[in-house]
């Protein structure tokens, strides 16, 4: 089982600043992912890290508003640009369990708070 | 679009009963449903998986069902203990890879003495 580790755990930011998380993984993975979750809302994947190429971003999201950086297979970073208050939430990096279809690990989440 | 429906009431129960949380989506067909435990402050852990082809998956005292007819899974947790109190997730993948996982906001069960 892979262990994740993400930083920072939460933070208060100010409005249209920028924040980078980081996220650690302790064995090499093909595929990282990056998760939202909100206040009382479901997870929403943000996009896929690519090891060597651009990120995979899924509708509504924007990699001027979510750059992403992979420079290789155990590590990756997700930067939240020009906060605003919708921005606060939590932010979740995952990997595939190892060779086993389907499942997730995830990190422990940065929790942003945006004033 | 794909929509999954989890209770979003809490779920209440006594220890030693059996919890029974639901799942519901619509305009989707999963090849997979997942069901994750969040812990408040923590990341959500992998429970279960269970493929469309499958009626009921079992671990420990967790028990899914996958009714791809009714678009429903259930899952149940006997001997319901407090250390069982939690969010629970449940999570559609089309395709199995886990690539494009879509999550249920999640029921949050309670389990008193």
């Known amino acids: 089982s892979a262990v994740i580790s993400q930083k920072p755990s939460r933070d208060i930011c100010q409005r249209g600043t920028s924040l980078t998380i980081q996220c650690q993984v302790d064995s090499q993975v093909t595929m990282m992912f990056w998760y939202r979750q909100q206040p009382g809302q479901s997870l929403t994947l943000i996009a896929t890290?690519?090891?060597?190429?651009?990120?995979?971003?899924e509708s509504g999201f924007v990699i001027d508003k979510f750059p992403i950086s992979r420079p290789n297979l155990t590590f990756s970073t997700l930067t939240v640009s020009n906060m605003s208050p919708e921005d606060s939430s939590i932010y979740l990096c995952?990997?595939?369990?190892?060779?086993?279809?389907?499942?997730?690990?995830f990190g422990e989440g940065s929790r942003l708070t945006v004033l | 679009s794909q929509k999954i429906e989890q209770n979003s009431e809490a779920l209440n129960i006594q220890e030693g009963k059996t919890a029974t949380l639901t799942c519901n989506y619509t305009n989707y067909s999963p090849a997979y449903l997942q069901w994750y435990r969040q812990d408040p402050g923590r990341g959500p852990v992998f429970l279960l998986l269970?493929?469309?082809?499958?009626k009921e998956k079992r671990k420990e005292r967790l028990k899914v069902t996958f009714d791809t007819t009714l678009k429903q899974s259930l899952f149940h947790i006997t001997a319901s203990q407090p250390a069982d109190s939690a969010t629970y997730l449940c999570?559609?993948?089309?395709?199995?890879?886990?690539?494009?996982?879509?999550f249920g906001t999640g029921t949050r069960l309670q389990v008193t003495l």
């Open positions: 269970i493929r469309e082809n499958e």
């Open positions: 999570a559609l993948d089309g395709d199995g890879t886990a690539s494009k996982l879509t």
């Open positions: 890290a690519n090891q060597g190429s651009e990120a995979t971003y």
């Open positions: 995952s990997v595939p369990q190892g060779a086993r279809t389907g499942e997730l690990f």
